[in-house]
């Protein structure tokens, strides 16, 4: 049954034959001896996920945003080099957490939209790496973590619209404008408390690789070392880091366990809180930590607008932490947007 789905080449067939094989896995697992039938089937799968992940048809809807952009290199054209970068940092928002939250809550309601049915989560190679559960249990009551899984996914498709419009033509217009140099970045760095003294170098090198559009260079060096600042931050809130198993031994604990300490919970902003794990651990998000740890990005993947928002993130989370550097430029956009639109508030950009 199996192969015969297989010769018949379009998607929907390719998803039956990784089912049905996989079935055939699990029953020879019963049955001694069949390890190489396993090992050949299991190869056999890998192969048609690869193929089916790049014969999967990408759907897209067309959205004019030349007003926005017009609007974004308005604001950016009467700034300098320093108050540009601010406004790139600062002032470009995260997804709203309570926003998010009321779009799922609405999309669980309409029938084939969520509320019901689950989605399943494939990889970057096609492999299945998670599947979400339906929101609403029997009798409309709500599954707390399948409508948090839902949360992650929809913020991640916000991440994803606010990387192509405000993020990727903000950065253009910098690049072109401006000569972003390693002083200016190492300003930034050197005044973020959530920059470890010892890996300033690390930021350093990995912010500037992604001004000049090497995300593969600035991800493999930033992602570890924001799992680093989060670990330390959550030391700051009062949390340990370290798990003591049975033998004595201190292991450290993964990003997301971090991440879902109460004290870690009770300091960071909600909105904050939930880019970071959908940013970094979330396997129905970007899960780039995970990704990059384990070696599954591909050379072309390390150039979507994923990588690119989380290179973004990455400037932000330091810049979010400059104390007195940010206030004192934040006023000076503030006070430059002002007078740009001066008698015309419903064009001002509000403070973030």
């Known amino acids: 049954m199996a192969e015969r789905t297989l010769n018949e080449q379009n998607a929907g067939n390719l998803m039956r034959s990784v089912h049905l094989l996989k079935d055939v896995v699990n029953i020879l697992k019963t049955i001694t001896g069949t390890e190489a039938e396993r090992k050949e089937i299991l190869k056999k ?118 990387a192509q419009i405000m993020i990727g033509n903000t950065l253009h217009y910098i690049c072109s404008k401006f000569e972003v140099e390693e002083k200016d970045i190492r300003e930034i760095v050197k005044n973020s408390i959530i920059v470890p003294e010892d890996r300033r170098e690390a930021y350093v090198k990995g912010l500037m690789a992604g001004f000049s559009g090497d995300f593969l260079t600035a991800l493999s060096i930033l992602v570890p070392q924001v799992e680093n600042s989060v670990r330390e931050l959550a030391l700051e809130c009062g949390e340990p880091v370290y798990n003591l198993n049975e033998d004595g031994i201190e292991e450290i604990k993964t990003m997301h366990a971090v991440l879902e300490l109460d004290g870690v919970k009770e300091h960071l902003d909600e909105d904050f809180l939930l880019a970071l794990k959908t940013v970094f651990c979330s396997k129905f998000g970007f899960n780039m930590r995970n990704d990059i740890a384990h070696g599954l990005l591909s050379d072309k993947q390390f150039q979507s607008f994923h990588a690119l928002y989380t290179w973004w993130f990455i400037l932000k989370i330091c810049y979010m932490f400059c104390g007195k550097l940010q206030v004192e430029n934040r006023i000076k956009v503030n006070d430059k947007l002002r007078k740009l639109f001066e008698g015309k508030s419903e064009d001002c950009v509000p403070d973030a």
């Not at 926005?68 to 080099?81: A, F, H, M, P, S």
């Not at 009321?102 to 309409?110: G, L, N, P």
């Not at 689950?118 to 559960?133: C, E, F, M, N, Q």
Request: hydrophobic share 40%.
């Open 45 to 162: 799968i890998d192969a048609i996920e690869k193929k089916m992940i790049s014969e999967m048809p990408v759907f897209s809807a067309k959205h004019d945003n030349s007003e926005t952009v017009k609007q974004l290199i308005r604001q950016l054209e009467v700034l300098d080099k320093e108050e540009a970068l601010c406004y790139f940092a600062s002032f470009i928002p995260l997804p709203e957490k309570s926003g998010i939250e009321e779009s799922v809550t609405k999309s669980a309601d309409v029938i084939g939209f969520g509320g019901l049915f689950p989605v399943g989560i494939l990889g970057k190679d096609g492999k299945a790496i998670a599947k979400s559960r339906p929101i609403k249990k029997s009798g409309d009551e709500i599954d707390s973590a399948a409508f948090q899984e839902s949360v992650e996914r929809r913020t991640s498709e916000v991440m994803g619209y606010f």
